[in-house]
């Protein structure tokens, strides 16, 4: 409450608060929040503001004068009791003469600051009887053009202090949002502003320049370990295409006579397995060929291991050139060959078993003089176990051969 000699006072006695508090949202063209600005002011003010403007009676005394937020909670003077001892809004203009929660009888009147920040604040005036009708009615007249004049300034003080903020604020903004969009060349200067936020524009500037050096560093690492990984993925695939080289020649060498060249005795059985499985499902005839070289223990004995060998090559020569190209040929021991006739019956085998003889001796050009090789011919059967079983009746007919004089073919029976 205001006290006669002018001193704002509590109803307690106690000094008021020394400050008032306004603040306010902050928004862009957009309607975007972009902050708030709070300022402070002194109740005392508003105390000498209100001092000057009320009028007075004879006797010196002035109307105590009470401001109160939307709750009824009051305001001013500082260390007002709180909402309990404020009467509620009047209904309408003018004055009413009530009992007070200090148990006084004061004829009061309010007014609501519609223009004032803080939204439903209300100036109640009150006054004991019976000077208060006069002077509510001046006191009136006296705030409202004060009031209206405070309301413009304060906006006028926002809108300066919102430009001040919000344009500087919204250059950044624009700024990010073009090295955002990937513009590295976007200027980050500010032509107006605090000097808060011209060190705020300095100091993104640097954030940004910093992030575009790194991310040129991350891309030529990112460079040089594709290169790499590259580099490595093409080392790997030679390295793999050499091991598969590597692995078709051993598995052709694991399956090879090193002598002749042609297949050997693992090869032999493989092809065997297989044309013996496919006789049984197509039903397709097939015959097998042993040679065995004529007396080659003697070509040993008598000219050595190096013309016994010059001799297998030379027969294995000629058992490919009278082969045809769908026949399988093999070194099956150690002067004694195979061949494999897909396709073939019985006649065509023995046909095929002799023109190989005849090739054999027409090519002995070797030290050991002409070699002959005795050769026995079988083709599959219905009642045939295995494969092995039609080489085991080839063999039969190759002793015959050899039985009856050599250097000739034999069939099975």
Known sequence: MIAPDGRIVSASGAA???????AAPLHDEAGKLRGALAAQSSWAWVANLIAERLPRNSAGEAPQVFIVNQNNTPLFPPGTPDQAGMPTPLSGPGYQQGDWADGETYLYADAKIDDAPGPGWRVIVRQAPPQAPATLSRLRSALSLPGWIVTLLLMAVVYRLAAAFCRPLETLAHTAQRVSAGDEQAD?????????LQQLAQAMQ?????LLTRRGELAAINASLEQKVEERTEALSEAKRQLEERATQLEQL?????????GNRMAAAERLTAEYQRFHRSRAPYSVLLLDTDHFKRVNDNHGHAVGDQVLQQIAAALQGAARTTD?????????FLLLLPDTDAEGALVLAERVRAAVSAASNTVAGMVTVSIGAATAHDDDASHETIVQ???EALYRAKANGRNRVEGAG
């Not at 694991?254 to 042609?262: E, F, I, P, Q, V």
């Not at 399988?328 to 004694?336: K, L, M, Q, S, V």
């Open 254 to 262: 694991a399956r090879s006579d090193a002598l002749t060249g042609l």
């Open 393 to 395: 009746r080839a063999d």
């Open 328 to 336: 399988f040929a093999a070194r099956y021991g150690g002067e004694e």
């Open 206 to 210: 640097q954030m940004t320049a910093t």
């Open 188 to 196: 980050w200067s500010l032509r107006s502003g605090a000097r808060e």
């Open 16 to 22: 008021p608060s020394p400050r008032i508090e306004f």
